[in-house]
T-cell receptor
Framework: SAVISQKPSRDICQRGTSLTIQCQVD?????MFWYRQQPGQSLTLIAT?????????ESGFVIDKFPISRPNLTFSTLTVSNMSPEDSSIYLC??????????FGSGTRLTVV | AQKITQTQPGMFVQEKEAVTLDCTYD???????LFWYKQPSSGEMIFLIY??????QNATEGRYSLNFQKARKSANLVISASQLGDSAMYFC???????????FGQGTELSVKP
């Protein structure tokens, strides 16, 4: 199955700044997904990233706050913009390999101070 | 809309014993997939086992088995011979159709006691 490298693994950021998280896949994946996991909570889908088109956002998430890029089938980025302490979470990317399997990156543990 | 429910926020099990983690789901689709993931304190998501809605046999992967009861819409994870390293959060997830997004349950925190 595919292996996803996610960077950074953790960061501490000042409120009002932005952080870009990168996910690199070692093989092509059809769909990529970005999740947020708030402390003590489950994973909530932020958006689905398709190559060559705008990401599809879930209810409660907007492009201005979480812009996503997907320039090719092996790479995607998520930016958390104008951060506040409420954005402190684990952010995870996931890829679907076209055969029903889902692989996850190792996660980015974000703390906003 | 699809929904996944895990009703056990926390579970304890003695080392070497078996444990069952509950998961129920709701969907109007005929084609769907059910997944279980393990999340240790490091935060990574580790795939454990998969069950397709059309699979007639219950899935098994080593010490993990999935008790799939389609009529009851349940997909419980059974871990046999628990080990200390099994202590983690466990999430049940569902995919509707093919290649769609995964929706996760609330999770169950499993603690294995020596």
């Amino acid at each position: 199955s595919a292996v996803i490298s996610q960077k950074p693994s953790r960061d501490i950021c000042q409120r009002g700044t932005s952080l870009t998280i990168q996910c690199q896949v070692d093989s092509q994946v059809t769909m990529m997904f970005w999740y947020r996991q708030q402390p003590g909570q489950s994973l909530t889908l932020i958006a689905t990233a398709n190559q060559g088109s705008e990401a599809t956002y879930e209810s409660g998430f907007v492009i201005d706050k979480f812009p996503i890029s997907r320039p090719n089938l092996t790479f995607s980025t998520l930016t958390v913009s104008n951060m506040s302490p409420e954005d402190s979470s684990i952010y995870l990317c996931s890829g679907e390999d076209g055969q029903g399997g889902y692989t996850f990156g190792s996660g980015t543990r974000l703390t906003v101070v | 809309a699809q929904k996944i429910t895990q009703t056990q926020p926390g579970m304890f099990v003695q080392e070497k014993e078996a444990v069952t983690l509950d998961c129920t789901y709701d969907t109007s689709d005929q084609s769907y997939g059910l997944f279980w993931y393990k999340q240790p304190s490091s935060g990574e998501m580790i795939f454990l086992i998969y069950q397709g809605s059309y699979d007639e046999q219950n899935a098994t992967e080593g010490r993990y088995s999935l008790n799939f009861q389609k009529a009851r819409k349940s997909a419980n994870l059974v871990i046999s011979a628990s080990q200390l390293g099994d202590s983690a959060m466990y999430f049940c997830a569902m995919r509707e159709g093919q290649g769609g997004k995964l929706i996760f349950g609330q999770g169950t925190e499993l603690s294995v006691k020596p």
